[in-house]
């Protein structure tokens, strides 16, 4: 769990990302990015952040990404048998993962896509 100041997995080349931490400004939250490309999340803590999401791992998984057709993502089964599976490859693949993902002291973290998504973490 994030303790401390709000976390953001940011991607300073997605448009969303910016927005995102442009919003988090303009609320005055304080907050601590993680560039997740340059410091990807471990297995461990991506399951954390699904159990926070309430989330599977394809609800995360940029399944349009080219890489994601290379591999035959798309196709995988979305089973619990397949968990950890999804898991390990976004782990090795982070620029897989849905962004940005903002994450609460509190516990809560949302896919902060729009705006209507950040909201509600107010």
Same mark, same amino acid.
């Given at each position: 769990?994030?303790?401390? =100041?709000?976390?953001? !997995?940011?991607? =300073?080349?997605?448009?969303?990302?910016?927005?995102?931490?442009?919003?988090?400004?303009? &609320?005055?939250?304080?907050?601590?990015?993680?560039?997740?490309?340059?410091? =990807?999340?471990?297995?461990?803590?991506?399951? &954390?952040?699904?159990?926070?999401?309430?989330?599977? @791992? !394809?609800?995360?998984?940029?399944?349009?990404?080219?890489?994601?057709?290379?591999?035959?993502? @798309?196709?995988? =089964?979305?089973?619990?048998? #397949?968990?950890?599976? !999804?898991?390990?490859? *976004?782990?090795?693949?982070?620029? *897989?993962?849905?962004? @940005?993902?903002?994450?609460?002291?509190?516990?809560?973290?949302?896919?902060?896509?729009?705006? #209507?998504?950040?909201?509600?973490?107010?």
């Amino acid at each position: 769990m994030t303790t401390g =100041p709000t976390e953001i !997995w940011h991607n =300073p080349r997605c448009s969303k990302s910016r927005a995102a931490l442009d919003r988090l400004d303009t &609320a005055g939250t304080a907050y601590t990015v993680r560039r997740y490309l340059d410091d =990807p999340p471990t297995a461990d803590e991506l399951r &954390a952040l699904l159990d926070r999401l309430g989330a599977q @791992p !394809w609800d995360i998984t940029r399944t349009g990404e080219q890489l994601a057709q290379d591999l035959g993502i @798309p196709d995988w =089964p979305r089973t619990e048998a #397949e968990r950890d599976r !999804w898991i390990e490859v *976004l782990a090795a693949n982070p620029r *897989l993962i849905q962004r @940005p993902i903002v994450l609460t002291p509190d516990g809560r973290a949302v896919v902060a896509r729009d705006e #209507e998504a950040l909201k509600t973490l107010d």
